[in-house]
């Protein structure tokens, strides 16, 4: 049997649950935050999503991370 990684892609209808840019089948990109639901297509009803770049965010002090930055005494 194959090790090819079995993911299924998430579909139209679910939740998202890692904000960011997604493409759809037909090239359609949407940026979806946690929480929404996966749009459909108008025309082709339900389709597959992929995430094609992670959300980047940053807190007010610009920081990515945080945590990085802790003082030690």
Known sequence: MSKEKKDMLPVSREQ????????DELGREEYLHKGEQFPADLVHGTVEWKLTELAQI?????????????EED
């Open 16 to 23: 998202v649950e890692v904000e960011g840019v997604y493409t």
């Open 58 to 70: 940053k807190h007010a002090e610009g920081r990515t991370d945080p945590e990085s930055d802790t």
